[in-house]
């Protein structure tokens, strides 16, 4: 039982040492056969990245309003404004990335409460905050040109500047009383942050010019006033939330090695392929010293040769025309017919018939 118990324990060692092996032969089976991933593709994946960099302005028209906690009655502020530098990052090569968005924004803040349910004065408060978003901007492309539409999501911190009051008529307008709203270190808030979410449009207006049209939600995680165990008169809860659409314009800073190869894959590939150059087979030119060949083009031949040849074919021509001339002025005999003459026939009369000829005897034969 222990004998049996060892060799299947050595069998499963060796069946898990051959895993590695066998993965390894497979893999290396698939890269010869070309089933892996070509060295191009991996390093065109992680090669260089291809980026813009925009610079730009923006500003636009909002309002806001504030949740309290307890709650109570309240209305937009309207007459808010918004502007700003800012700077994007664009990955253009690369799907599904977007665009970060870094900003300075002034911007104006504020809400409308009533002092009792049904109340027709109202106290209104705006304020003016100094916001440093960070935003990333997933788009989808709309053609060739660079326009595109895209999303907005990303954190603000702001710091409150100055702010204002006013306590009116809400049906009249009629104001009762106003001025600058005094900060306390023991009542508010000035730094506040928040989460931002929009969408917009970008169009490419040519020469790196771009114009772009976008609304935004802030929404405020902070208070405005402090919490309620440190002044008695806050509300438990008081963020303060801003609408707003802006227009903006962008200049992208050039790019020299990404607009020419933007502009070479605008190019359809019938047009390059026709755009092309044939390529030129290079045709040896005859050496100094040779005789191009005819009928054979870039094949030439050396004096030699030609003379060489010129010696045979006059060699035959000779022994064509003159054969009793052999080599080297010596002459060949012609080769002997045999000395016998062939006679004419002879002329008869008709109804006659010819006498057979005579021969002669050779000498030395008996008549």
């Given at each position: 039982m222990t004998m049996r118990s060892n060799i299947l324990r050595l069998a499963l060692a060796a069946l898990l040492l051959s895993l590695p092996s066998a993965a390894g032969a497979q893999a290396t089976s698939t890269a010869k056969k070309g089933k892996g991933i070509p060295t191009a593709t991996v390093s065109a994946e992680w090669g260089p990245l291809q980026v813009d960099h925009y610079?730009?302005?923006?500003?636009?028209?909002g309002m806001g309003n504030a949740r309290f906690e307890p709650q109570r009655q309240t209305e937009w502020h309207q007459g808010l404004y918004e502007f700003g530098v800012l700077y994007k990052l664009?990955?253009?090569k690369q799907k599904y990335v977007g665009t970060m968005e870094f900003g300075i924004n002034?911007?104006?803040?504020?809400?409308?409460?009533?002092?009792?349910?049904d109340s027709e004065i109202v106290d209104s408060r705006k304020y003016s905050t100094l916001q440093l978003p960070?935003?990333?901007?997933?788009?989808?492309?709309?053609?060739?040109?660079?326009?595109?539409?895209?999303l907005?999501?990303?954190?603000?911190?702001?710091?409150?500047?100055?702010?204002?009051?006013?306590?009116?008529?809400?049906?009249?307008?009629?104001?009762?009383?106003e001025g600058p709203y005094e900060y306390s270190s023991v009542r508010d808030n000035r730094w506040e942050y928040g989460l931002i979410f929009g969408g917009g449009f970008i169009v490419n207006l040519g020469g790196g010019l771009r114009i772009t049209l976008e609304g935004r939600y802030n929404i405020t995680l902070s208070d405005t006033y402090k919490s309620v165990t440190k002044y008695s008169d806050n509300p438990f809860r008081s963020p303060v939330d801003q609408i707003n659409v802006t227009a903006g314009i962008l200049y992208r800073i050039p790019n020299k090695k990404f607009d020419r190869a933007v502009s070479e894959q605008s190019v359809p590939a019938r047009e390059?392929?026709?755009?092309a150059p044939e390529p030129e087979v290079a045709v040896p030119g005859p050496e100094?010293?040779?005789?191009?060949?005819p009928g054979k083009p870039g094949m030439t031949a050396t004096p030699a040769e030609t003379?060489?040849?010129?010696?045979?074919?006059?060699?035959?021509?000779?022994?064509?025309?003159?054969p009793d001339e052999g080599p080297a002025g010596s002459t060949v005999p012609a080769p002997e017919t045999p000395d016998t003459a062939v006679p004419a026939p002879q002329e008869t009369a008709p109804g006659k018939t010819a006498a057979p000829e005579k021969k002669e005897p050779e000498a030395g034969q008996q008549k």
């Open positions: 610079v730009g302005i923006r500003g636009g028209y664009d990955v253009p002034y911007s104006e803040k504020g809400y409308v409460v009533h002092q009792g349910t960070i935003l990333w901007q997933p788009y989808l492309p709309l053609g060739r040109g660079g326009s595109r539409f895209y907005t999501a990303g954190p603000v911190v702001s710091y409150a500047l100055k702010s204002t009051y006013r306590i009116y008529n809400y049906t009249t307008d009629e104001t009762i009383e390059r392929r026709q755009k100094a010293g040779t005789v191009p060949t003379t060489d040849t010129t010696v045979v074919s006059e060699e035959i021509r000779d022994t064509t025309l003159a």
